[in-house]
């Protein structure tokens, strides 16, 4: 019944900014940990950004160092993805997810996550 439910994808320019939001509703303790993937049509999923929810603990895919911020708003349930300086390589599916039980690891990998969101596509234009 965990639900994840992602926002704010679209379409930008190069060189632009947005913001994706990810709610996170159905149970009734915080996650270990949630995390943004994304995914473009021919390749892998790729691992952009995680969030450890107690203390706030952060790491980030190297091409997306010093561009995006990852962060969470616990009154809310929800964590966000500031993507700044965009560029048409990052054009993708992002998908948000969490997970529980995974002890100290803020995992970079798609199969240690428990529940995923339907995902928002993000074009960025040349």
């Known amino acids: 019944q965990v639900q994840l439910v992602e926002s704010g994808g679209g379409l930008v320019q190069a060189g632009g900014s947005l913001r994706l939001s990810c709610a996170a509703s159905?149970?009734?303790?915080?996650?270990?940990?949630m995390g943004w993937f994304r995914q473009a049509p021919g390749k892998e999923r790729e691992f952009v950004a995680a969030?450890?929810?107690?203390?706030?603990?952060?790491r980030y895919q190297d091409s997306v160092k010093g561009r995006f911020t990852i962060s969470r708003d616990n009154s809310k349930n929800t964590v966000y993805l500031q993507m700044n300086s965009l560029k048409p390589e990052d054009t993708a599916v992002y998908y948000c997810?969490?997970?529980?039980?995974?002890?100290?690891?803020?995992?970079?990998?798609?199969?240690?996550?428990?529940?995923w969101g339907q995902g928002t596509q993000v074009t960025v234009a040349s």
């Open positions: 159905g149970r009734t303790f915080s996650p270990y940990a």
């Open positions: 997810a969490a997970y529980w039980n995974r002890g100290t690891i803020v995992s970079a990998r798609p199969g240690d996550y428990d529940t």
């Open positions: 969030i450890r929810w107690s203390g706030g603990y952060t």
